[in-house]
């Protein structure tokens, strides 16, 4: 195939869009690849959809090669299944709402196990029929509060989805491990550099859910990896557990005053007099906002204790002031809820927050729970301290002990396989051992050998297959432009001809019809009238692994063929540059 720039249907930009904070949005958007229709929405334009449609080819071949075979649901849904499984309601804002003519209820489809589940009760019905995998490779919707970076976050995105029916666990297992395999393949082939870390906690067994995140500083998420090979999103690391603190044995919060208008230096005095240290010495601003746990008393005296934090931390005046709320990171909990359930505190806040409330009129004050001088995050590096997460008796003991707080750079992983090291990745793939929940909810069931109804065991795994081409082009440019991996670059050979000689036009011409001969994808930029330096610009910027010039050298029977990657540039005779290239 041969891609003429002259009528091409690209237009490469010289600015970085303003709305793209991350490497591979400006890139995929100035090299042409990608145009933005409304947020969190893009159109493929040509030489895009020919990088998306080589991901899709791995990621079709791959699931094929295990036995999976590709089907394709409407994106568009009713509500009835998604209302038997609770998500109707459960997705929360999520979930794109609509109403048919009729006024019927419909939703986009943001992951479709319902579908899957009623399809595979609609055909089949024995025990003889498993184990089964089907996918599809399909627009997923969903209203994501903060869609990002381009497709890398998207609010309509395309995402290979498939689904494994087996009679029992040990089927599940076999299922899951088969998709492993295949997931390891697919991101081997799309050259990233991933970890595949563990995604649920204990609870639901130590295998039962992983991500496949490739390793990248843009990444949204955190994870942890030991010397060991210990490895898992900081979401699901089970730090070592203390027993479970009896709620009855919590004693009752001796509340410690402070002044009106707290500022951290009337709050460390406070500490100093009414709550000592057990080790004798003092506290300072730095120790006791690292480590205590305090509790916001509001101007009506209502009271809010929180969790604790890093000084600089703004989590209290994202909640309080409103600005860049993240919900997940502070949760308040109050004194009934924490006698029902001490599992609740969940947060950080910090002192530039507290004298902005303090301006406010909050005050605050100290819960003696873990206010004893003893509450020291033990073994941990406190230098870059974080705390996360915290939770009431698997972080401090009744008498105030904290045993472990979150993961730190340095802990040592739960397995003893090393001290843990955090970096952060963006997630490619999730696999995941449903069970039965679906099965359940839908009555899938099937007879099993002894003529008795058993409910079938599912696994759920995706690929984000348009985050996925976000994340090579994040993982594979430098300051020109994007460099493509071979298996998934739009083209092969990006065929420039410079200068105005009609020679030169006739070569390249030639060239390209004979690379297209012998199997190869040419981009080809015919274009009279454009200067070489723009030429060269715009090749760099698309990112075609060898780029080939037709020009000068011609009149010694040269090509210059050049290494996107590398940068290396070779003067090839005319008469062996075919050859050179395939
Ligand atoms: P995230 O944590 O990034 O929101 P998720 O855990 O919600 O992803 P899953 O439900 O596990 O996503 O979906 C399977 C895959 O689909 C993800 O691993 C990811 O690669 C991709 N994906 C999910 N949400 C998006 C999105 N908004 N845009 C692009 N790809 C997405
Ligand atoms: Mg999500
Ligand atoms: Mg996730
Ligand atoms: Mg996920």
Redesign the pocket.
């Known amino acids: 195939m041969i891609l003429r720039m002259s009528s091409l249907f690209l237009r490469t930009l010289r600015e970085d869009p303003a709305d793209a904070e991350v490497p591979s949005h400006k890139l995929l958007v100035r090299a042409g690849y990608i145009r933005r229709t409304a947020p969190?929405m893009y159109t493929w334009l040509p030489l895009g959809l020919r990088v998306l449609r080589n991901v899709e080819k791995i990621v079709r071949e791959e699931m094929d090669a295990i036995g999976a075979q590709e089907l394709v649901f409407p994106a568009l849904l009713p509500r009835e299944p998604y209302e038997a499984t609770g998500r109707w309601t459960e997705y929360g804002p999520n979930l794109f709402r609509l109403k048919d003519r009729k006024g019927a209820d419909m939703l986009l489809g943001?992951?479709h196990e319902e579908m899957f589940t009623l399809a595979v009760k609609d055909l089949y019905s024995s025990y003889k029929d498993l184990p089964l995998s089907i996918y599809q490779i399909q627009n997923?919707y969903?209203d994501?509060a903060r869609?990002r970076a381009g497709?890398?976050?998207?609010?309509e995105?395309v995402?290979k989805?498939s689904y494994s029916f087996d009679v029992d666990q040990a089927g599940l297992q076999a299922s899951y491990d088969l998709h492993r395999k295949a997931y390891i393949r697919i991101f081997d082939r799309l050259g990233f550099d991933y970890v595949i870390v563990q995604a649920m906690s204990g609870a639901m067994g130590g295998s039962a859910s992983e991500?496949?995140l490739a390793v990248a500083e843009n990444g949204?998420?955190t994870f942890v990896r030991s010397p060991g090979g210990y490895a898992a999103n900081v979401e699901a690391v089970v730090v070592p557990q203390s027993p479970p603190v009896d709620a009855s044995a919590v004693p009752a919060a001796e509340v410690v005053d402070t002044p009106d208008t707290p500022t951290i230096d009337t709050l460390v005095e406070t500490l100093n007099a009414k709550h000592p240290r057990t080790d004798g010495r003092q506290w300072t601003a730095a120790d006791t906002l690292k480590n205590v746990l305090v509790t916001l008393v509001h101007p009506d005296g209502t009271r809010e204790p929180l969790a604790i934090g890093v000084p600089g931390d703004r989590a209290i005046d994202e909640k309080r002031l409103g600005a860049q709320v993240e919900p997940a990171e502070v949760v308040a909990f109050d004194d009934a809820e924490f006698a029902k359930n001490p599992a609740l505190a969940r947060g950080y806040i910090g002192p530039g927050a507290l004298g902005k409330d303090s301006e406010s009129g909050i005050r605050y004050l100290l819960d003696p729970r873990v206010a004893e001088g003893s509450a020291w995050v033990t073994g941990a590096n406190k230098t870059g301290f974080h705390v996360i997460n915290l939770v009431h008796g698997r972080d401090f003991t009744a008498d105030g002990t904290i045993q472990a707080a979150e993961v730190h750079d340095g802990d040592e992983a739960p397995d003893g396989s090393g001290p843990l090291q955090s970096a952060r990745g963006i997630?490619?793939?999730?696999i995941?051992q449903l069970g039965q929940k679906y099965a359940e909810a839908l009555d899938l069931k099937v007879l099993d050998q002894n003529g008795k109804l058993v409910t079938v065991t599912m696994g759920s795994y995706?690929?984000?297959v348009?985050?996925?081409v976000a994340a090579i082009a994040e993982g594979n440019h430098d300051e020109l432009g994007l460099i493509w991996p071979r298996e998934i670059t739009p083209a092969d050979v990006h065929l420039v001809a410079t200068g105005k000689e009609t020679e030169v036009f006739a070569k390249a011409a030639e060239l390209a019809t004979e690379l297209e001969s012998r199997g190869l994808t040419v981009l080809y930029d015919d274009r009279e009238k454009v200067s070489p330096g723009v030429k060269f610009k715009d090749a760099e910027l698309l990112g075609i692994p060898t780029i080939a010039v037709v020009g000068k050298g011609l009149a010694d029977g040269t090509i210059e063929v050049k290494d996107r990657r590398s940068g290396d540039r070779t003067d090839v005779a005319v008469t062996e540059v075919v050859d050179k290239l395939v």
């Open positions: 969190g943001p992951t997923k969903r994501e869609p497709v890398l976050r998207g609010r995105f995402m989805d991500e496949f949204e998420d997630e490619m793939g999730h995941f995706g690929v984000g348009t985050r996925a």
